[in-house]
């Protein structure tokens, strides 16, 4: 069973970088047919994919990011640790969200973390 | 605002069947395969209960399945149960690399 554990400070000030580490068990974040997954949910922008990165072969990783995001974000896959983090950088009032990441498998996210709240505030 | 479009809330009484749907475009709902539903109760992780448009992981009970008309995906629940109350959503591939999300239905039961 694939477990991921969060892991990130909840508050973060403004202009700021946000940043997030989830922990997999039950998988490798080097496994060629997965994707490691950052998602937010808030209330007033709903659920939103950010990005994923991925393992493609001989040490080279791919990555994708949401067009809004693009600018400010990076997913980093960490091998020695088993884990992928999240950093947003220039964080506004806006960035406050839950923040998921996930597991991506055949089209779809199918291991969550169970989430972590970060306000941006001064 | 969601990228694809479902209703706020459905409801219905249990044992009665209930359908959410989710809008999109001939650009991601309508071309893609890549459709799946999520059932959400607050403070725990979401978890997947259809995959690929009308697939069910193992695990999940076959009360719950999927389907697809034109741009429109639908998750139906048959015989709901009191533990079915929860938030829904549903995701989809879009092209460029890109993915979306519904803005999620509260399903009650009554």
């Known amino acids: 069973q694939v477990q991921l554990q969060q892991s990130g400070p909840g508050l973060v000030k403004p202009s700021q970088t946000l940043s997030l580490t989830c922990a997999i068990s039950?998988?490798?974040?080097?496994?060629?047919?997965?994707?490691w997954n950052w998602i937010r949910q808030s209330p007033s922008r709903g659920l939103e994919w950010l990005g994923r990165?991925?393992?493609?072969?001989?040490?080279?990783?791919?990555?994708e990011y949401a067009v809004s995001m693009k600018s400010r974000i990076t997913i980093s896959p960490d091998t020695s640790k088993n884990q992928f983090s999240l950093h947003v950088n220039s964080v506004i009032p806006d960035d406050t969200a839950v923040y998921y990441c996930?597991?991506?498998?055949?089209?779809?996210?199918?291991?969550w973390g169970r989430g972590t709240l970060v306000a941006v505030s001064s | 605002q969601s990228a694809l479009t479902q209703p706020a809330s459905v409801s219905g009484s249990p044992g009665q069947s209930i359908t959410v749907s989710c809008t999109g475009t001939s650009s991601d709902v309508g071309l893609y395969n890549y459709v799946s539903w999520y059932q959400h109760h607050p403070g725990r992780a979401p978890k997947l209960i259809i995959s690929?448009?009308?697939n069910r992981p193992s695990g999940v009970p076959d009360r719950f399945s999927g389907s697809r008309s034109g741009n429109t995906a639908s998750l139906t629940i048959s015989g709901l149960q009191p533990e079915d109350e929860a938030h829904y959503f549903c995701?989809?591939?879009?092209?460029?690399?890109?993915?979306?999300f519904g803005g999620g239905t509260r399903v009650s039961v009554l």
């Open positions: 690929e448009v009308n």
């Open positions: 990165t991925f393992y493609r072969s001989r040490s080279e990783w791919s990555y």
């Open positions: 995701f989809s591939y879009r092209a460029s690399s890109t993915w979306v």
């Open positions: 996930a597991r991506g498998s055949a089209g779809a996210l199918d291991f």
């Open positions: 039950g998988d490798s974040v080097s496994g060629n047919t997965v994707s």
